[in-house]
């Protein structure tokens, strides 16, 4: 299969960075360029939604707690503020609430599966960059880097940007299923979200229907990723991290990431 999905990639242009392990069977891995370093887009959401339900176990506030919807940040090169703008933001109706509370479960649930980077913002800056980083140095992920939110252009331009590895996305979503950091209960909370993505185009498209997939992709220009977990008929699952850089084609890129999808699908269907 590793080679099978070597010769997919090597029919694009870019750099694709790829992970896969069975959740059952460890032992079953495929790394292909695991270690190198990628821009995060937005698969640097799903580390903020679990330092969310990390803090909530911790007894600092609940997620059904309501918080003031706000738009002026803090850049964190010069603490200059900044705004969001309706019209980059791929969700737009939290737009509406701005200067009115909403739980912070609907901010979680808009970050996930609209990839609203305005709720991104609100949920960083209450709980800090800092502590989402630490966590996941805590679960084993010692590369990705949350430094900041969405649109610093002052970061972005000082290189000060969300980073992660195909592998620590990979040790984070294993995390999700089989470790201790957090309760089953909030464990499968988190999942749950996950699973009503609205952006399927990548790994679902071409699995067979009803298909559970917990995922969270993420795009910048020239950048296409697909992160999460993929659920078998037979109990199993696996996690896939499909990551790429400098790849103008984004088209060829999606369908690739959904044939390397249904790759990894049959093989496990076939073990």
């Known amino acids: 299969m590793e080679n099978l999905i070597n010769a997919r990639v090597s029919e694009l242009e870019g750099t694709f ?3 896969f392990k069975s959740i059952e069977n460890p032992d079953l891995t495929i790394g292909i360029n695991e270690d190198v370093r990628f821009h995060a887009a937005s698969t640097m959401k799903t ?10 176990e911790q007894g ?23 705004t969001m703008s309706v019209s980059e933001d791929s969700e737009q ?6 200067g009115e509370k909403t739980s912070l479960y ?15 913002n609100v949920l960083i800056d209450f709980l800090d960059a800092k502590k989402v980083t630490a966590t996941m140095r805590e679960m084993g992920a ?3 880097e949350v430094l900041r939110g969405v649109e610093d252009i002052k970061a972005y331009e000082a290189g000060l940007s969300n980073t992660t590895t195909p592998k620590d996305l990979q040790i984070m979503f294993e995390e999700l299923v089989t470790g201790d950091l957090l309760t089953e209960e909030l464990k499968q909370e988190i999942l749950s979200i996950l699973k009503q993505q609205k952006y399927n185009d990548m790994f679902p498209v071409k699995l067979p229907e009803d298909t ?10 020239n950048v296409h990723h697909d992160s999460g977990i993929i659920f078998m008929p037979e109990g199993d699952a696996f996690v896939l991290v499909f990551l790429s850089k400098n790849a103008p084609d984004r088209k060829a890129v999606l369908e690739a990431s959904a044939d390397i999808a249904r790759y990894c699908y049959d093989f496990m269907s076939n073990r």
Do not use: C
């Open 142 to 144: 010692d590369s990705i």
């Open 60 to 82: 600092r506030f609940s997620v059904q707690d309501s918080i003031t919807v706000t738009n002026e940040f803090v850049s964190i090169v010069d603490s200059s503020t900044f």
């Open 17 to 19: 960075g790829i992970s």
């Open 106 to 120: 609907h901010l979680a649930y808009e970050m996930i599966t609209r990839s609203s980077n305005l709720a991104t």
């Open 93 to 98: 109706d939290l737009y509406s609430l701005l």
């Open 212 to 221: 559970p997939v917990a995922h969270k992709t993420g795009w910048i220009s």
């Open 47 to 56: 580390p903020v939604i679990i330092e969310l339900y990390r803090q909530a």
